[in-house]
């Protein structure tokens, strides 16, 4: 059985329902940020189609008017981006700041009620907390506007250059738009692979077992999205006494039968994997032996469950079971 795991902080709307097979690589989710990183991607590959517009033309000797006005366009393109994102990041900045000037208020009225004795220190220390990380990101907004700012205004005046360069097209021209090109591709590949951050597929082929976090849900970064398990194929864990795990060999069969009813009958299986290791036991005897040491010292033992049984468990993961081992076999 295997967890899906992504970065905490996400709410992500799942695209399966427990039950539900799936095979290896299939998205499972799509995370908060997917249709920003998206418009990202297309925003990169729009940049490529130009490069490569350019490069052709230079590689074809049709410069002049047309170039020109493509590079104005490219030119234009980026101080809008560039008014666009200054009215983004300042409109973070203000909600940071915002935010920042609410935490110290309350900090200011927590640290009176804490003199008054009317609330806990660790109350009082949470509003402090708050404070800090409002700070912390009123700071991280601001860096995030500087660093734009830069980088476009870097990009405008490249492109500025570019096009007084236009009058006259050399073989220097056609290898800077090549490597120009080739940068754009680069970006293309990193803006695909923050987008693949954003869809969460499934290591393996399985069956959805569990579905941890629903739509809204902040991911529990312990449990993960959801529960997944290869149920094409069961197995039976048993406990067995470090006193007899030496009669205990791969391939001997065993018969496995629910500890409380969980299926009729008994199945069958065989001795797949025996533990290296001898530990205190982590199952139960259940209320068949209330007098049971639970200190006892055993070994973990795998039976692979007999292909035609594996049907009739495969709803049933996590079941307590006993397992009788015919040691007389082999």
Same mark, same amino acid.
Request: glycine share 6%.
């Given at each position: 059985? @295997?967890?899906?795991?992504?970065?905490?902080?996400?709410?992500?709307?799942?695209?399966?329902?427990?039950?539900?097979?799936?095979?290896?690589?299939?998205?499972?989710?799509?995370?908060?940020?997917?249709?920003?990183?998206?418009?990202?991607?297309?925003?990169? &590959?729009?940049?490529?189609?130009? !490069?490569?517009?350019? /490069?052709?033309?230079?590689?074809?000797?049709? +410069?002049?008017? @047309?170039?020109?006005?493509?590079?104005?366009?490219?030119? $234009?393109?980026?101080? $809008?981006?560039?008014?666009?994102?200054?009215?983004?990041?300042?409109?973070?900045?203000?909600?940071?700041?915002?935010?920042?000037?609410? @935490?110290?208020?309350?900090?200011?009225?927590?640290?009176?009620?804490?003199?008054?004795?009317?609330?806990?220190?660790? @109350?009082? %220390?949470?509003?402090?907390?708050?404070? %800090?990380?409002?700070?912390? #990101?009123?700071?991280?907004?601001?860096?995030?506007?500087? *660093?734009? #700012?830069?980088?476009?205004?870097?990009?405008?005046?490249?492109?500025?250059?570019?096009?007084?360069?236009?009058?006259?097209?050399?073989?220097?021209?056609?290898?800077?738009?090549?490597?120009? /090109?080739?940068?754009?591709?680069?970006?293309?590949? &990193?803006?695909?692979?923050?987008? %693949?951050?954003?869809?969460?597929?499934?290591?393996?082929?399985?069956?959805?077992?569990?579905? *941890?976090?629903?739509?809204?849900?902040?991911? *529990?970064?312990?449990?993960?999205?959801?529960?997944?398990?290869?149920?094409?194929?069961? !197995?039976?864990?048993?406990?067995?006494?470090?006193?007899?795990?030496?009669?205990?060999?791969?391939?001997?069969?065993?018969?496995?039968?629910?500890?409380?009813?969980?299926?009729?009958?008994?199945?069958? +299986?065989?001795?797949?994997?025996?533990? /290296?290791?001898?530990?205190?036991?982590?199952?139960? %005897?259940?209320?068949?032996?209330?007098?049971?040491?639970? *200190?006892?010292?055993?070994?973990?033992?795998?039976?692979?469950?007999?292909?035609?049984?594996?049907?009739?468990?495969?709803?049933?993961?996590? #079941?307590?079971?006993?397992?009788?081992?015919?040691?007389?076999?082999?």
């Amino acid at each position: 059985m @295997a967890h899906c795991q992504v970065q905490p902080g996400c709410e992500p709307p799942s695209l399966v329902e427990e039950g539900d097979s799936v095979e290896t690589g299939q998205i499972i989710a799509v995370l908060q940020g997917f249709e920003r990183r998206q418009r990202d991607l297309e925003e990169a &590959q729009k940049t490529v189609e130009f !490069y490569q517009a350019r /490069l052709d033309q230079l590689k074809a000797g049709s +410069g002049g008017e @047309a170039e020109v006005a493509a590079q104005e366009a490219a030119i $234009a393109r980026l101080e $809008a981006q560039l008014r666009t994102e200054q009215l983004e990041r300042a409109a973070a900045i203000a909600s940071a700041e915002a935010d920042l000037r609410q @935490a110290q208020q309350d900090l200011t009225r927590d640290q009176d009620l804490a003199a008054a004795g009317a609330i806990s220190q660790q @109350a009082l %220390e949470t509003s402090q907390q708050t404070v %800090e990380t409002a700070t912390a #990101m009123l700071d991280q907004r601001q860096a995030q506007l500087a *660093n734009t #700012m830069q980088t476009l205004e870097q990009q405008i005046s490249q492109e500025q250059n570019n096009l007084a360069r236009l009058r006259e097209v050399r073989p220097v021209d056609v290898r800077v738009a090549q490597a120009e /090109l080739d940068r754009a591709l680069i970006a293309v590949e &990193q803006r695909q692979a923050d987008l %693949e951050d954003t869809q969460v597929r499934v290591p393996v082929a399985g069956q959805i077992l569990r579905i *941890n976090t629903r739509v809204g849900e902040q991911v *529990n970064t312990q449990e993960g999205i959801v529960e997944l398990g290869r149920t094409e194929q069961m !197995y039976a864990i048993a406990e067995i006494y470090e006193t007899d795990i030496t009669r205990v060999q791969l391939g001997q069969p065993a018969r496995i039968t629910s500890e409380y009813g969980g299926f009729q009958d008994e199945i069958r +299986g065989t001795v797949d994997h025996v533990g /290296l290791q001898i530990g205190q036991r982590q199952l139960s %005897e259940g209320s068949s032996n209330p007098t049971q040491d639970e *200190n006892t010292r055993v070994v973990e033992v795998k039976i692979r469950i007999d292909p035609t049984d594996s049907p009739k468990i495969a709803s049933l993961t996590n #079941m307590q079971v006993r397992v009788a081992i015919d040691v007389s076999s082999q």
